[in-house]
T-cell receptor
Framework: NAGVMQNPRHLVRRRGQEARLRCSPM?????VYWYRQLPEEGLKFMVY????????ESGMPKERFSAEFPKEGPSILRIQQVVRGDSAAYFC???????????FGPGTRLTVL | DAKTTQPNSMESNEEEPVHLPCNHS???????IHWYRQLPSQGPEYVIH???SNVNNRMASLAIAEDRKSSTLILHRATLRDAAVYYC???????????????FGKGTKLSVIP
């Protein structure tokens, strides 16, 4: 079984551009979570989605950030008009219905110049 | 918010058992105790989780105090590959979904000495 896949692994954007981060959950997993990790810090929860639904977005910044998990295809975390403070590692995790732990992807490292 | 307290760092000799402590004195009755670990430049890896009873799996054991205000992750024989940051997390369960909101702290950085 393939694990959680994220792409790209590294993304460089200039201030003001858009960043799109993709996450393909493990086969059979219908729950997706996004986290952000700033350098030398722990992961911060951003959003929890199930297919076509946002369940909990309490960790999402109010502006410029959005997430979706469509019926078909990967989950997308979108950051509009990126700023230097958005530079971080963004991790996606998935879990099956009924729980049993979250399985994390390798992360996307976003660098904003 | 329920929070956990862990030592910043610990050392262990290779092939010896490791006991990683975690205090969570404000835990509520429905909070599950989760442990994850993160190797450098990688995503976190699930280790184990439990509610009240001690738990064992192929990676580790989780010993939960009777009052649930503390727990200990036990690695039975540390290897060099176990060197990582270990996070003790109180997962807030989403009703009916079997999933949890996890809040990661700074964790314990475990070094394994050959």
């Amino acid at each position: 079984n393939a694990g959680v896949m994220q792409n790209p692994r590294h993304l460089v954007r200039r201030r003001g551009q858009e960043a799109r981060l993709r996450c393909s959950p493990m086969k059979g997993h219908s729950h997706v979570y996004w986290y952000r990790q700033l350098p030398e810090e722990g992961l911060k929860f951003m959003v929890y989605l199930q297919k076509e639904n946002i369940i909990d977005e309490s960790g999402m910044p109010k502006e410029r950030f959005s997430a979706e998990f469509p019926k078909e295809g990967p989950s997308i975390l979108r950051i509009q008009q990126v700023v230097r403070g958005d530079s971080a590692a963004y991790f996606c995790a998935s879990s099956p219905p009924g729980g049993a732990g979250e399985f994390f992807g390798p992360g996307t490292r976003l660098t904003v110049l | 918010d329920a929070k956990t307290t862990q030592p910043n760092s610990m050392e262990s000799n290779e092939e010896e058992p490791v006991h990683l402590p975690c205090n969570h004195s404000t835990i509520s009755g429905t909070d599950y105790i989760h442990w994850y670990r993160q190797l450098p430049s990688q995503g976190p890896e699930y280790v184990i989780h439990g509610l009240t009873s001690n738990v064992n799996n192929r990676m580790a054991s989780l010993a939960i105090a009777e009052d649930r205000k503390s727990s200990t992750l036990i690695l039975h024989r540390a290897t060099l590959r176990d060197a990582a940051v270990y996070y003790c997390i109180l997962g807030i369960a989403y009703s009916g979904a079997g999933s949890y909101q996890l809040t990661f702290g700074k964790g314990t950085k475990l070094s394994v000495i050959p």
